[in-house]
């Protein structure tokens, strides 16, 4: 059974940081791609960072230069870094995972409550 447990989401101050975490288990993780998409509120889900198996990655525009995405092969985890966090960036963030960055969608975690605010 594939299980992606995200953790790290909370309140935090315009300009703030935080780091997700997703850990996965039931897949071979070394060899899929993963992802972070945001649902902000009223919003549909839009994918905001992928990496491939081979540490490949790519950012959507709205967050470039502010999010970075790494995985850890040893510990089945892959983790968002984020910066300069902005009040838009608020929304629930899921960490998502396929066997290559075209089926990222195969899998999804239950989401995890970021909100930026003063």
């Known amino acids: 059974q594939v299980q992606l447990v995200e953790s790290g989401g909370g309140l935090v101050q315009p300009g703030g940081s935080l780091t997700l975490s997703c850990a996965a288990s039931?897949?071979?993780?070394?060899?899929?791609?993963m992802g972070w998409y945001r649902q902000a509120p009223g919003k549909q889900r839009e994918l905001i960072a992928a990496i491939t198996s081979g540490g490949s990655t790519n950012y959507d525009d709205s967050v470039k230069g502010r999010f970075t995405i790494s995985r850890d092969n040893a510990k089945n985890t892959v983790y968002l870094q984020m910066n300069s966090l902005k009040p838009e960036d608020t929304g629930v963030y899921y960490c998502?995972?396929?066997?290559?960055?075209?089926?990222?969608?195969?899998?999804w975690g239950q989401g995890t409550q970021v909100t930026v605010s003063s």
């Open positions: 998502v995972s396929g066997g290559s960055y075209a089926r990222l969608q195969d899998y």
């Open positions: 039931g897949i071979i993780f070394r060899a899929n791609a």
